[in-house]
């Protein structure tokens, strides 16, 4: 099993414990990875795309092109870099005009786009390739007793044509994989809802947010569990903001579903940088340390 | 009286994604499920592609313009039964408001650092200390000379 991975900036720069806690899983999976430094960012699906699609368009399909040389699957880890690499090569493989347009400027540096590879989501190489059995025969320390609030973003899901990762009313993937680590997914009111990092209103961003935590909050879980970057961001930073603001003190840990998934494969706290993590109370790590230890 | 003002339709109709607004018979279905619509009002998705229809330019894409408090979630591309899309009728709105250099200037600063280096977000000491801490390989890059012949 080998795939080009696509870290996108943010994991690589930002979050780069994602990126471990994905290479540690894999390794244990037996997925190799392919990996390439040519890429650039995918780039954002929200300001990059609103400044000019077509240009937007153009340096998407220069990452894809460069993806097809090694004729592996792309695999995104950032659901903006989905989001942006999902839909432009959705988009010039059904549009053979836009796919010229396209064409056009990237014979400039040599390159052209064929549409010969797939882009997808990491997640859905978990399900599909790895497939649930495998997964959870590599699991050594199940997560017992966690309760992870599901968190799914949006655009592992949408626009659902293009996507084509799970229903977007009822998705159940996150819940799947999360079970399979030995812990217990919870579908609280809000797990469905955008974190609003996209919103130049910043009251309108920390209202959604705050909406989220206080829903996580309701149902108890122990912790937070999502798959995108950005969402991170505005949960784990924005969770100080939001508190400020609403006057409460939330105490979510929001962690990246391949975090948990290494931890109960076997890697350390150290290993999977959860120290890099603003929001980690220390009654959570406790709480990590026992269901792990239960095993 | 403010009349219909086809001249930005028309233009609006050779922006990617734009064309598609004349499909719009109002239903409102993608407002309820709009989280931008619930945590502020006047966000609304019906109404912004009612005005395009009305071909309203200063309000859709005039400074500080309600069209950048979208969240680009996609619930509206789903609920929609005449697939206007009104998040893509959105998105070729900001296009068109970049021309006008009406748009926030967090957009130009992104789209500045990717032309710039390749990258949205910057690299960093820290980036390469966590990095190093992880046992990660060395970030590195390799695609400004094609991104500088690109953007020349």
């Excluded at chain 1, 795939?3 to 990126?19: A, D």
């Excluded at chain 1, 004729?71 to 988009?91: A, F, R």
């Excluded at chain 1, 149902?219 to 609403?246: E, N, W, Y």
Aim: proline share 4%; charged share 25%.
């Amino acid at each position: 099993m080998k795939f080009t991975p696509f870290w996108g900036c943010m994991i690589s720069l930002k979050y780069p414990q994602m990126e471990k806690a994905v290479r540690y899983s894999f390794e244990k999976l037996g997925v190799e990875l392919n990996d390439e430094n040519r890429f650039s960012c995918c780039p954002d699906p929200i300001y990059f795309k609103a400044a000019d699609k077509i240009t937007w368009y153009t340096l998407a399909a220069r990452n894809i092109s460069i993806a097809e040389e090694h004729e592996l699957d792309l695999i995104t880890m950032c659901s903006g870099c989905t989001s942006t690499l999902c839909e432009v090569n959705y988009h010039l493989k059904h549009d053979q005009k836009l796919k010229n347009k396209v064409n056009q400027s990237l014979k400039k540096i040599g390159r052209e786009y064929k549409g010969t590879i797939n882009v997808r989501h990491v997640v859905t190489l978990l399900r599909d390739d790895v497939g649930m059995e495998k997964l959870k025969d590599s699991i050594i320390f199940p997560l017992h007793d966690l309760k992870v609030a599901i968190h799914y973003g949006c655009h592992l899901l949408k626009p659902s044509e293009i996507m084509q990762v799970d229903d977007p009313v009822i998705p159940s993937i996150l819940a799947d994989l999360i079970d399979a680590t030995g812990a217990t997914p919870v579908n609280h009111r809000e797990y469905l809802l955008c974190c609003g990092k996209a919103c130049q209103n910043n009251e309108l961003a920390l209202g959604m947010s705050a909406d989220v935590f206080q829903s996580i909050s309701d149902s108890k879980a122990d912790c937070m569990g999502l798959i995108c970057p950005t969402c991170f961001d505005s949960f784990d930073l924005g969770q100080i903001l939001v508190s400020r603001k609403v006057n409460k003190n939330y105490q979510i840990p929001v962690i990246y579903y391949f975090q948990l998934l290494a931890l109960a494969q076997g890697a350390s706290f150290e290993d999977i940088g959860l120290k890099y993590h603003k929001i980690l109370p220390a009654e959570f790590l406790e709480k990590l340390e026992q269901s792990i230890a239960v095993a | 009286m403010k009349t219909i003002d086809y001249s930005f339709r028309k233009k609006l109709n050779n922006v990617l994604g734009g064309s598609a607004h004349n499909y719009c018979y109002q239903c409102g279905a993608c407002v309820g499920d709009c989280p931008a619509h619930n945590h502020l009002p006047e966000f609304n998705p019906r109404t912004i592609i009612l005005k395009t229809l009305f071909g309203f330019e200063d309000e859709l894409i005039g400074p500080d313009s309600i069209i950048w408090n979208c969240t680009n979630c996609y619930n509206c591309h789903e609920r929609c039964p005449q697939e206007v899309s009104p998040i893509e009728v959105i998105s070729a709105l900001k296009n068109m408001a970049i021309e006008k250099k009406t748009n926030p200037s967090v957009v130009n600063n992104i789209v500045d650092r990717v032309k710039k280096s390749g990258l949205t977000v910057t690299m960093t000491e820290l980036s390469a200390k966590r990095r190093a801490e992880l046992k990660l390989p060395k970030f590195t890059i390799e695609c400004q000379e094609e991104l500088d012949k690109l953007f020349k």
